[in-house]
């Protein structure tokens, strides 16, 4: 079939229609990819967003349930008078009242003053300062049962922790046994000492 110049007039404006329906499908197809690749970053996005306050959720959640597992640890330390500065009279206060309730023959004691204390090996104390004063007992006992008794009624019973680092028993000879009013068999002696712990932040 052969076109001729009059054909072509006729079709021209059919053809610029054609084209110009090309070029504009064209030009949607490319705004269409082009949008539809923004809406997916957009949601991957917003995605990322809710993901990351999913996690600052869960994370705050797991703080706060941190934080009153640690006020409930904090205040059960501060009752036991652990906390803060050392508590001379209330230990004091509280050998008393072992001795009274005579788990010993006799016990004398002498608490030296607070000093910084480096365990070993060394230990993260977090934000605290651990001090540390040396107690001395010496005791007079029937038999080795009674030291026992004696510190597990000084932990159970007593305000503060009190850290034991060893013993020495030594039985007394015939003469000193006889010698001995209340029939004591034993001497005892005890080195450790009182921990505190000091908060470095705690106003003065």
């Not at 995605?47 to 009153?68: C, F, G, H, P």
């Not at 204390?117 to 007079?140: C, M, R, V």
């Not at 007394?172 to 001995?180: C, G, K, R, V």
Request: include cysteine; charged fraction near 25%.
């Amino acid at each position: 079939m052969k076109f001729s110049n009059s054909d072509f007039h006729l079709m021209r404006w059919s053809v610029a229609a054609m084209c110009a329906s090309l070029l504009l499908s064209g030009i949607i197809l490319y705004s269409s990819s082009e949008y539809a690749d923004f809406t997916q970053k957009d949601l991957r996005a917003a995605q990322n967003k809710i993901k990351d306050a999913r996690n600052r959720l869960t994370m705050a959640r797991q703080d706060q349930e941190n934080l009153s597992g640690f006020s409930q640890e904090y205040a059960a330390l501060e009752e036991k008078k652990i906390l803060g500065d050392d508590h001379r009279l209330d230990w004091m206060e509280g050998l008393e009242k072992l001795r009274n309730q005579n788990l010993v023959i006799d016990v004398r004691y002498n608490i030296s003053p607070q000093k910084n204390y480096a365990p070993q090996p060394a230990i993260d104390s977090g934000n605290f300062d651990i001090h540390y004063s040396e107690t001395k007992l010496q005791f007079e006992l029937l038999h080795e049962g009674q030291l026992l008794n004696f510190f597990n009624a000084l932990r159970s019973h007593t305000m503060g922790w009190y850290q034991l680092e060893g013993c020495t028993l030594q039985r007394l000879s015939t003469a000193e046994d006889t010698a001995s009013a209340d029939g004591a068999h034993l001497k005892a002696e005890c080195s450790g000492g009182w921990i505190t712990l000091k908060n470095r932040n705690a106003q003065p």
